[in-house]
């Protein structure tokens, strides 16, 4: 079962707070680390700490929750807890425009088949006609079941009745067989298709992103098939009594590496790749993929997994400014542009944190993902896998131009004259 992190990093503090000698300096505490390697300065009164959990991350760590906890307990001479003192927690809130807001959810369900349908339009592919037998079904016409099943979250049967009623409003010619649907979404050239609609999906909003940064962030994250798999489990210790790795079973999982914008959470590139791919090498393509939908770039943020002198140098070749953290046996050896950043990151870590916690949004986008479209896939082979997953990210930034529509005054229009000649074929 998954711990909540905040329970955790509340335990620990309580943990810390008995087991080690905490000093209190003017308004200031001084925490020993959990390691027993240096100190630590909290500010009790914002919740703030120097330790690398905080600044990355900017949560409430376990030094802040120790200190919380020495000041509002102690023990008396029978060794009961009480409580001496309450103390104020700062906690950092964030406006909502809820009349939009809720404007763009309640109008979702209406407006996004229509988006759909016009992104799909402009794909302009038709079949090869049979000289006898039944015509093939228009390749467009099942991309659109396809992308508006995942949209409903449901099975290829189970959608036929919501595509039934797509076919009452005229956004489909023909509600295609389930089987058709299913058969479709296997085919290699409708993962080709489903790249093209992302990349349109994303277009609209190129004139949107912060003015001020034009900041996006990379990251990754996985969704679990159906399909269990055998793997030895050498990274966490689990050995038999003869020392051999145990064999386990555990669902296998695809990756998905995107480049998202900060502001708006679009999805500017998307990568699917096996589970056990490392992070790192997708970068130059997102960033190559962000900047030829039309997206200007002037900042790029990623975790640590991103850290490597190539991707300092792709994103600086870019003409954008890269943002990953170095990690702590890191030396800034490398190209002058790594040796720049890392004299960043030391001696001027508040300016760099300041950039970088721009990385947070990726995490939203992924949320916002998994919680609308969910986190598993229901196909059971790895390219209707893909194909599903490529149809989960064209629906969330279809509705993310919804809420743009609605919040920012947004009138996508897709498929300008130059893209519309390149994809007509």
């Known amino acids: 079962m998954a711990t909540d992190p905040t329970l955790a990093r509340t335990l620990r503090g309580i943990e810390l707070a008995g087991t080690k000698s905490l000093r209190k300096k003017g308004d200031l505490w001084l925490v020993p680390s959990a390691s027993g390697n240096g100190t630590y300065v909290v500010d009790p009164r914002d919740n703030t700490c120097t330790c690398p959990d905080h600044e990355e991350h900017q949560v409430r760590c376990k030094h802040s929750y120790a200190v919380e906890y020495k000041l509002t ?84 049967r189970r959608a036929e009745g919501d595509l039934k009623l797509l076919e009452q409003r005229g956004l489909l010619t023909k509600v295609p067989a389930y089987n058709t649907i299913l058969r479709y979404m296997a085919l290699p050239e409708v993962t080709t298709k489903l790249e093209v609609l992302l990349a349109e999906s994303a277009r609209p909003l190129t004139v949107l992103e912060d003015p001020d940064t034009f900041s996006y962030g990379a990251d990754a994250t996985g969704f679990s098939t159906s399909i269990l798999g055998r793997y030895f489990e050498d990274k966490h210790g689990k050995r038999s009594e003869d020392g051999k790795p145990i064999a386990t079973k555990r669902r296998k999982y695809i990756k998905a590496h995107a480049m998202c914008g900060t502001r708006t959470h679009v999805v500017t590139g998307l990568i699917v790749t096996d589970g056990s791919a490392n992070d790192a090498p997708y970068l130059p393509a997102l960033l190559d993929a962000t900047k030829r939908i039309g997206f200007r770039v002037d900042t790029v943020v990623a975790d640590k997994g991103y850290l490597s002198d190539a991707n300092y140098r792709a994103i600086e070749a870019a003409g954008a400014a890269g943002y990953i953290p170095f990690k702590v046996n890191s030396t800034g050896q490398g190209s002058p542009i790594v040796q720049k950043m890392y004299g960043l990151y030391v001696y001027k870590r508040p300016e760099f944190l300041a950039a970088y916690h721009q990385r947070s949004n990726v995490e939203t986008v992924f949320s916002m993902v998994k919680r609308r479209f969910g986190e598993s896939l229901l196909s059971k082979d790895e390219t209707p896998q893909k194909n599903e997953l490529l149809c989960k990210f064209i629906c969330h930034n279809a509705c993310v131009l919804v809420k743009s529509i609605h919040t920012l005054g947004l009138a996508p229009e897709f498929w300008p004259t130059s893209v519309r000649e390149g994809v007509a074929s």
């Open 73 to 156: 307990h102690e023990t008396d001479s029978s060794g009961a807890t009480i409580v001496t003192e309450e103390i104020k927690v700062t906690r950092k809130t964030y406006t909502q425009d809820w009349p939009n807001y809720n404007a763009a959810l309640t109008t979702e369900r209406k407006v996004v088949p229509e988006l759909l349908r016009s992104l799909v339009d402009g794909l302009h592919v038709e079949p090869k006609q049979r000289k006898r037998g039944t015509q093939p079904m228009p390749l467009r016409e099942v991309v659109y079941a396809g992308l508006m099943r995942t949209f409903y979250g449901l099975s290829a």
